[in-house]
Each structure stands twice: as C-alpha cells, then as structure tokens.
C-alpha cells in the first residue's frame, strides 16, 4: 500500500511556483528520496509534504487520507509525520533522554519508549549528557530517535548528514536506513549527495528545476535513465554521437555498439551515454584515445581521455595504470548494450 502519494503536485512561495507537475508514490515501509542541485525544488516539496507549505494545485496524500490540496493544508502537528531537521533543532537544556522523550511527554510509557530508542540508536550510556556534549554524529542520532518516539507514519529527514565530515556522513547513512528498516518506518530524506542517496534509498526522485525528472530505483536511475540530465547527474556521463544502423545498433567512432532502447531507426541522429566503467583498458588495441589527465584513487585509477574526434569521456581502469598526458592507449568498449538518446535531446 502507498503510504504517501503526491498528485500533480505544485507547490513554492509568495508568487513563485517552484514545484511543477510531480507525481510520485512511497510505498510504505520504503525509504525515497529527493535528489538534485540546489534550487531544484526538492527541499520545498518535503515542506509541502510536512505541511510547512500550502500547494497550489494538485494533492498530497497520506495513506487514504488527503493532507493538502489547493485551499487547504491540514496543520503539520496533524500529520502523524515526524521531522529530522538539517540542524538537528535538539533543545540545549534537556538530556538525550529527555531529548528523545520530549514528543511523547503525556505517553503512559514515556520512558520505556524512550529507552528502547536509546538502545536502538546506540545511545544507553550518553541518556544524561546534553547536546553540547555530543558529536555530530550522536547529535544526529538523537534527533533521529526523537522523531521516532512518536511512532509517525513517515518520517522526512532534510539533509540530515550535511553537517558532519565524509567518513561519518558514509557510516550514519547506513546506520540510519539499518535504524528504519528495524521499525519498517517509510521515510523522503532530501539530499544533492548521490552517494548519500543511493546508500540510504530504496527510490530515488532525481529534480531538476523543479520538475521530477525520474523516480525509481538506484540501480535503474544509474542503468537505464530516463533523461540526458539524469544520465550525467546520476554517476559520471559522457555522450558521444552515433548514427543509427538498424532498430538497435549505433554506429560511433567506438564502432557499432548494441542499444538498450529500440526506438529508432536507420539513419538516426543519437548520442550514446559512456560511463567510467563502460571502457576498458586495453594495450595493443587498434581502437585508441589520448591521455588528457590522470587521477589515482588508490583502487582504480580515473583518465579522462579524448578520442579521436575530440570528444571526451572517463575511464576507471582497475589498480595504478600510469600514462602520461599526451599518451595513446589502447581502449574497448566493454557494455554489450549501451543507452542512448535523440541528439536534439542533449
């Protein structure tokens, strides 16, 4: 059953429409997210979501129930919908315990509750410490188990982990999808950090000028995107022309490469999408690329080159694989299928 739904949904400020057109559906106990740039619009759709922000048109749903629609916003404290805010917003005098337990002040198992959150966040030996004598990423964990105190029927987190350094930001997003997938707790974490997103996600909503260009999963956003903007956002892209051959061959100056889309025909105008790990290292290879630069990150080794035709993609070739700007190395195309669009749509 969707837990939340959101129906041609528009949504923004004063005068200004920020959100056009989104539809999208969180199934519950799924983890989505709004991925994209600043300024695309995903931070104003989760205050539409928390009842923050009225909707100019369209409808938000919350399981069977409408939540706002154009002239009516049912008020944030009557969503059942709990909040992770970018700062924490954790209150200075109160303890971790107290911290936690503060939404659920009148529960007859107030401290039960609060117990077993503390327990769950790893937090049991820090229930008298207040927040300045946390970290970051303990204060985060907190304010994750506050939220959850009052058991919400969704959680929404908005750029929960930007404030903490990349090795804690990588470890606590896993942490906390462990955290909700524990409570089959449905949450929308909004973020502009890809990895963070597909680390945490079960769906990914990628913006972009606020329009949803693609909800789906992580693996399907990275391997059969929906948009050119999406395939250079979503992991590193690069195109390069072709001309259609058939129904599903491409001509390029890579050779005739298989297409994942049979939309087209003979003698189309495309553009082929190259990821990193679609070419492959390749000495004596009569196929060859020039050496513009070279960056070694310890388990492979990043080049951007450029082909023949002056068109430039990246490589990730396993180890430490050292060629100077400059060089000609010999590369293949590994992919068996490749994605491709109309080059009037790049």
Not at 78 to 92: H, N, S, T
Not at 149 to 174: T, Y
Request: with cysteine; charged share 20%.
């Amino acid at each position: 059953m969707s837990i939340l739904t959101l129906s041609h949904l528009a949504c923004g400020y004063a005068d200004s429409t920020v959100v056009n057109d989104l539809s999208l559906s969180l199934e519950s106990g799924e983890i989505g997210c709004l991925l994209g740039p600043s300024g695309c619009g995903k931070t104003t759709t989760l205050r539409a979501i928390a009842g923050f922000e009225p909707v100019i048109q369209g409808e938000i749903w919350l399981a069977d129930h409408v939540i706002s629609r154009a002239g009516f916003t049912l008020a944030p404290e009557k969503r059942e919908i709990g909040m992770v805010f970018q700062d924490y917003a954790l209150f200075p005098h109160l303890s971790v315990a107290d911290n936690i337990a503060f939404g659920i002040r009148k529960h007859p198992e107030r401290a039960r509750i609060a117990s077993e959150l503390m327990a769950l966040v790893k937090l049991e030996h820090l229930a008298q410490r207040y927040p300045h004598e946390l970290s970051g990423g303990q204060q985060q964990r907190v304010a994750l188990a506050r939220a959850l105190a009052p058991s919400p029927r969704l959680l929404l987190m908005d750029e929960p982990f930007s404030n903490l350094d990349v090795e804690l930001r990588r470890s606590l997003s896993n942490e906390v999808r462990d955290i909700l997938k524990a409570r089959g707790t449905s949450a929308i974490l909004v973020t502009h950090d890809q990895e963070e997103a597909f680390a945490v996600s079960d769906k990914v909503g990628v913006f972009q000028h606020g329009h949803l260009e693609q909800w789906d999963t992580p693996g399907r956003l990275y391997q059969t995107p929906a948009t050119p903007f999406v395939a250079t956002f979503v992991g590193q892209g690069f195109f390069i022309p072709g001309n259609a051959v058939d129904f599903e061959s491409v001509r390029t100056e890579l050779g005739v490469i298989k297409a994942k889309q049979k939309d087209f025909k003979e003698g189309d105008v495309l553009r082929v999408l190259l990821r990193p790990d679609d070419i492959l290292y390749t000495p004596g290879s009569p196929l060859t690329a020039r050496v513009v630069s070279q960056v070694f990150l310890g388990a492979s080794t990043r080049y951007q080159l450029a082909l023949a035709s002056g068109a430039r993609v990246e490589a990730a070739f396993p180890g430490f694989v050292e060629h100077h700007a400059g060089e000609q190395i010999g590369i293949a195309v590994k992919a068996t299928a490749l994605t491709t669009f109309s080059a009037a749509q790049i």
